[in-house]
């Protein structure tokens, strides 16, 4: 069973950055797809990106795309997003969660068995 913890979360000003790490626990991490979601207050959670295990692929949201680049380093067992040109609108708590199998879809929260506990992100205007 995977384990996940964000971090890298924090407040920041509009046109900022920051950098979110996606810390895991367990053996088979290096062979399972990552997602990365976001929660604003009163709002559902929504994707914003997708890294596959061997970090060929990667899938963003349209209002993320070209603000927001994920990677990863399996030999650390991590995986990072990396936020660029920060809006009031970023503003949510930031959760990663690993796919249960590749090739699903990657945008659909129900394709995630582990998450998580999120990291906050806070854009001031």
């Known amino acids: 069973q995977v384990q996940l913890v964000e971090s890298g979360g924090g407040l920041v000003q509009v046109g900022g950055s920051l950098r979110l790490s996606c810390a895991a626990s367990?053996?088979?991490?290096?062979?399972?797809?990552v997602g990365w979601f976001r929660q604003a207050p009163g709002k559902e959670r929504e994707f914003v990106a997708y890294?596959?295990?061997?970090?060929?692929?990667?899938y963003y949201a349209e209002s993320v795309k070209d603000r927001f680049t994920v990677l990863r380093n399996n030999a650390r067992n991590t995986v990072y997003l990396q936020m660029n040109s920060l809006k009031p609108e970023d503003t949510a708590v930031y959760y990663c969660?690993?796919?249960?199998?590749?090739?699903?879809?990657?945008?659909?929260?129900?394709?995630?068995?582990?998450w998580g506990q999120g990291t906050q992100v806070t854009v001031s205007s």
């Open positions: 969660a690993a796919a249960s199998a590749s090739g699903g879809d990657y945008s659909d929260l129900r394709q995630y068995h582990a």
């Open positions: 367990g053996r088979t991490f290096s062979s399972t797809d």
């Open positions: 890294i596959s295990w061997s970090g060929g692929s990667s």
